[in-house]
């Protein structure tokens, strides 16, 4: 069957591409469909954000398609910046400037939990979606540690790990991360779907 990804993020789709290996899934994604204009991101939660974007794409292209919306939860910040995640620091996306606004925020605060979140929409061509869950748990560190990956990745420590997500090799984050879960959990879910001609 061919199914669209709702996205624009080359590393992304190369990620879905490797999860879904195996299936006879003909992958494409938004890149492939420019008139589209990328869907505004004003949902309150995650699920509400990865299924406006994988109905609206899947209304456009009377195919399946699949979006996915991620970010950051702090405990001590109740839950910020959560859906806000990308623009926290506001505009222009900025990673540093969210990482320095996060360590300002939690300057002193002895809780230091968090985790990732990243919910997957599916939406068959006539806009019914179902969505599925992955979460990452970990802490924020005082100070950004590594170079590799994006985002807040310099800052978060997963649990029952030492190393910073900046700080692994690109397979080890993927196996344990919100995202890579969240694919995981929709080959589990979706199987029987995607296998349909
Ligand atoms: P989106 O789901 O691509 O809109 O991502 C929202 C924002 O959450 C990103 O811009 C990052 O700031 C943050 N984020 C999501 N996933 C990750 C991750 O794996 N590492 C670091 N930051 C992330």
């Not at 624009?8 to 899934?25: M, P, S, T």
């Not at 997957?120 to 970990?138: F, H, I, K, Q, Y």
């Not at 919100?178 to 029987?192: N, T």
Request: charged share 25%.
């Amino acid at each position: 069957m061919k199914l669209i990804v709702a996205t624009r993020n080359k590393h992304k789709l190369e990620e879905i591409h490797a999860i879904l290996a195996g299936l006879d899934v003909e992958l494409h994604s938004a890149l492939d469909f420019p008139e589209i204009p990328d869907v505004v991101e004003d949902g309150d939660t995650f699920e509400a954000n990865a299924i406006k974007k994988a109905v609206t794409l899947a209304h456009a292209t009377g195919c399946w398609a699949l979006a996915d919306d991620s970010g950051l939860e702090v405990d001590a910040l109740g839950g910020a910046p959560g859906v806000f995640s990308a623009r926290y620091a506001g505009e222009p996306v900025s990673y540093p400037a969210n990482n320095a606004k996060l360590l300002r925020e939690l300057a002193g605060q002895q809780n230091r939990r968090a985790r990732f979140r990243c919910v997957m929409a599916l939406s068959d061509p006539t806009g019914r979606a179902e969505t599925v869950d992955g979460r990452c748990e970990g802490r924020i560190i005082e100070e950004l540690r590594g170079a590799a990956g994006f985002g807040y990745d310099p800052l978060f420590v997963p649990e029952g790990f030492t190393q910073t997500f900046a700080e692994m090799p690109a397979a080890e984050k993927n196996a344990i991360s919100h995202r890579g879960r969240a694919l995981q959990a929709a080959r589990q879910k979706w199987d029987h779907i995607l296998k349909k001609s």
